[in-house]
């Protein structure tokens, strides 16, 4: 069978803590590092662990050379595991998975709006519109200026709630304030449901907007259906897992965070 | 192919005694993205009923210590698309089918069984009773040796082929119900689905998924499972598929020792899809280091040291 899914034991190269309880780490993984696409996930397991034990889904943050960054706040017990994990211990890593943000053609302007751990997709999607062509700029939202982190060789106008860094408010309100002067081909939006919620309302209907969408998941393949994503249409759930995380606004209803 | 792998359930010679749990492994299709799934003794296709079903809104799935709490709530593309774009697919892939199929009323169980018998590579059904029995006050079918003892008659009527019962484990006496399934005809009983379990998220004072309890499976419930397969193989002469828990190859061992002739591998798919590799080579080291003849020499080998006991 025709595949570019792997199931790699991948290890780690280095971890970085960018930011309080904020990581970056680098695992050498070359066949999913070679077949990534922006917005694509991985399912990162413990080997032999029985807890933590299922998988947990990360977006990959960007590519290098052989090796694939991944992105964290380490909230859970698996993210906290992972942020200690030392330099060249392994864990397995399942992907790439689902379906990315669209490819960009050249000449297209893309508006990249990221918050909280939705930064993951960052660098990967900013790189990869540049190599095509695109004109990307990338918009980071966050409560306050320590929660926020800069990428090595990529421009980000910041937004905080609270005005310590950047604009002065959320990142949606800027790219309101921006859509007044300009108007991109594109909107790429990553981060937690109510911000994917408010760029859905404010952008879906007047340009091609898509939103990466985070929910509980077990296997990220499509065995367990434990990641339903309500279709716009009202006929039933998509699967996040693989018919996502990346979805076209129009196609889905975000959920709020309300149980 | 290893011939002393090979186990026999009903009509079906499965290659080894490793099948992968409903509801875990899909339409099987995904699961040969990693590997060959040809070289399982079975696949188990998701539960499918007569019409397809969107499923319980999320939130659907949680972790435990342990294991995972879920509540799909059946979502499934229903038994008319299984036939018409799955089974070929799964046809090419080599594998041998067992289809699942749930219902909520007993003539639908009939319906689906008709259906899947015609199907050439269809080789086996699984039935799963747990749904709740809608002409019966909502009690679950799968609970009452009564009812689960009719649709079992229902289904053997109209499905030569070989016929399982998954047992649910939230009874007093799992026995009872394998022997009504023993005795209206089934080829071997599944010990045994998830356990009823439920999680809180304490800053929300809310249920961790939407229908508040959920099926409890993984590591977890091993030694609840592995209980109940014991207790099911004093009572009953058909073979018995465990499920429950399997992470390892121990784990498979254990359940031949304990008297399971096959397992069924679910939750464990989710962190490594291409486990059955590891557990079949763990396997037959195991057999071939024990410088046994046949896996099924280990099948309720268990050796409790009861007769040694005197009676007081």
Redesign the interface.
Same mark, same amino acid.
């Given at each position: 069978m025709p595949t570019n899914q792997f199931l790699e034991y991948a290890s780690v190269i280095k971890t970085l803590e960018v930011a309080p309880h904020t990581f970056l780490t680098e695992f050498s993984s070359p066949k999913i590092s070679a077949a990534v696409k922006p917005g694509q996930f991985v399912m990162l397991s413990f080997p032999g662990s029985l807890d933590p034990l299922l998988p947990r889904a990360f977006s990959v943050c960007e590519v290098k050379g052989d090796g694939v960054v991944l992105f964290y706040v380490a909230v859970g017990k698996g993210t906290r595991l992972l942020s200690k994990l030392r330099n060249g211990e392994e864990v397995i890593l399942n992907g790439p998975l689902g379906r990315g943000f669209p490819e960009l053609a050249r000449g297209e302007k893309v508006w990249l709006a990221v918050g909280g751990s939705g930064a993951a997709v960052l660098p990967i999607v900013i790189t990869s519109a540049i190599d095509s062509g695109a004109f990307p700029e990338a918009f980071y939202g966050a409560r306050t200026m320590k929660q926020l982190m800069h990428f090595d060789n990529i421009q980000i106008e910041f937004a905080t709630d609270d005005g310590s860094a950047g604009f002065h408010g959320t990142v949606v309100e800027l790219l309101k304030l921006k859509m007044k002067k300009d108007r991109p081909d594109k909107i790429f939006a990553c981060g937690p449901s109510p911000m994917l919620a408010s760029v859905q309302r404010e952008f879906g209907e007047k340009v091609r907007t898509y939103i990466s969408v985070e929910t509980p998941m077990a296997c990220g393949m499509g065995l367990c259906q434990g990641c339903p994503v309500r279709k716009k249409d009202g006929t039933g759930y998509y699967l996040a897992c693989k018919d996502g995380p990346v979805f076209d606004t129009n196609e889905i209803e975000v959920a709020t965070g309300a149980i | 192919m290893k011939t002393h792998l090979k186990i026999g359930i009903g009509k079906l010679e499965l290659k080894n005694p490793l099948m992968t749990a409903s *509801? +875990? /492994?899909?339409y099987g299709d995904?699961? *040969? %993205?990693?590997f060959d799934v040809a070289a399982l003794g079975a696949v188990v296709s998701?539960s499918l009923t007569l019409k397809p079903k =969107?499923? %319980?809104? !999320? !939130?659907?799935? +949680?972790?435990v210590?342990? *294991?995972?709490l %879920?509540s =799909?709530g059946l979502?499934n593309i229903g038994v008319e698309r299984f036939i018409s774009e799955k089974l070929p697919k799964l046809r090419k /892939?080599g594998a041998t089918i067992i289809a699942n199929i749930a219902a909520k009323r007993a003539e639908d169980y009939l319906s689906l069984a008709e259906m899947l018998s015609d199907e050439e590579d269809v080789q086996g059904l699984e039935i799963n009773l747990s749904c709740p029995n809608v002409k019966e006050g909502g009690i679950e079918f799968g609970s009452d040796p009564k009812m689960l003892g009719t649709i079992t008659r229902l289904v053997r009527n109209v499905f030569p082929k070989t016929l399982l019962v998954k047992l649910t484990p939230n009874v007093t006496r799992i026995s009872e119900l394998a022997r009504a399934a023993e005795g209206e005809g089934a080829d071997a009983v599944t010990v045994a689905n998830t356990y009823v379990g439920m999680a809180i998220?304490i800053y929300?004072r &809310?249920?961790k998924i939407?229908t508040v309890t959920g099926g409890l499976s993984? !590591?977890a419930i091993k030694p609840l499972t592995m209980a109940k397969v014991y207790e099911v193989t004093k009572s009953v002469d058909i073979p018995i598929v465990a499920s429950g828990g399997i992470?390892t190859w121990q784990d498979v061992i254990e359940y031949l020792i304990a008297g399971a002739s096959a397992v069924e591998l679910g +939750?464990v798919?989710? &962190?490594? !899809? %291409?486990v059955p590799e590891e557990l079949l080579s763990g396997i037959e080291s195991y057999v071939s280091s024990s410088k046994l003849e046949h896996i099924s020499d280990l099948i309720g080998s268990l050796n409790t040291g009861v007769e040694k006991v005197s009676a007081h």
């Open positions: - | *509801g +875990t /492994s899909g995904e699961l *040969g %993205n990693y998701k =969107i499923g %319980n809104e !999320p !939130p659907r799935v +949680t972790e210590a342990c *294991g995972m %879920n =799909i979502a /892939s998220d929300k &809310a249920p939407h993984g !590591p992470f +939750t798919l989710f &962190a490594k !899809p %291409n």
